[in-house]
């Protein structure tokens, strides 16, 4: 049983345009929301993240969008430059647990051409 | 620097027999937790522990085993009775439950069973 998921696996963006990656739960008790970066053969970094109180977050280049009703979420690069072409990783948490309790999507493979 | 260290990076084994993977962290978390990822897949959380002395299976734990005697330390022992133990292996650790952060990782071991 999939919780989060990423349903594209691979993204592909000309440098300097807008980057979108999707993802989808379905756990009404997930309350807060992270997005990681993984290089290949490295741990994932912390990007950016958002509480299920707000439906939007920013930091520099990256925002975070999230849809409750239709349990969706999004993060938008702008502009996307040629460094940000990782694997990015969605994933929730339930609240009362532990903050590293993480359930993840499959990833998206991002690909930011110069 | 504060981080989180996980040695080996590389480590091979024959089937049959048990490996130590270790982790050690300077962050002062109080909690820690053990993730597995596929290739083409998210990561799974393998074991997790908030407290020293406590620990909790995650998602997939069947195989595997942990010990938590010092706040800095959480190695995962991959057992013979893991039947697919060929994985890149994560270690995070987090703040207290209450404290609004997120999970940093360490680099990784990619596990290898010959």
């Known amino acids: 049983d999939q919780q989060v998921k990423q349903n594209s696996p691979s993204l592909s963006v000309q440098e300097g345009r807008i980057s979108i990656l999707n993802c989808d739960y379905t756990?009404?008790?997930?309350?807060?929301f992270l997005w990681y970066k993984k290089y290949p053969a490295e741990g994932p970094t912390f990007l950016i993240s958002i509480s299920s109180i707000k439906d939007k977050n920013e930091d520099g280049r990256f925002t975070v969008f999230l849809n409750k009703s239709a349990k969706h979420l999004s993060l938008h690069i702008v502009p996307s430059q040629p460094g940000d072409s990782a694997v990015y990783f969605c994933?929730?948490?339930?609240?009362?647990?532990?903050?590293?309790?993480?359930?993840f999507g499959q990833g998206t493979i991002l690909t930011v051409h110069p | 620097d504060g981080g989180i260290t996980q040695s080996p990076k590389y480590l091979f084994r024959k089937e049959g027999q048990n490996v130590t993977l270790s982790c050690e962290q300077n962050?002062?978390?109080?909690?820690m937790y053990w993730y597995r990822q596929d290739p083409g897949q998210g990561l799974r959380l393998i074991y997790y522990s908030q407290i020293v002395n406590d620990f909790q299976k995650g998602d997939i734990a069947e195989g595997y085993s942990v010990s938590r005697e010092k706040k800095e330390s959480f190695p995962l022992t991959v057992t013979s009775a893991q039947k697919n133990p060929t994985a890149f292996y994560l270690c995070a650790s987090s703040a207290f439950i209450h404290l609004n952060t997120e999970a940093f990782f360490g680099q990784g071991t990619r596990l290898t069973v010959v």
């Open positions: 756990n009404s008790m997930f309350d807060y």
């Open positions: 994933a929730a948490r339930a609240g009362g647990t532990s903050y590293g309790k993480l359930t």
């Open positions: 962050l002062n978390h109080d909690a």
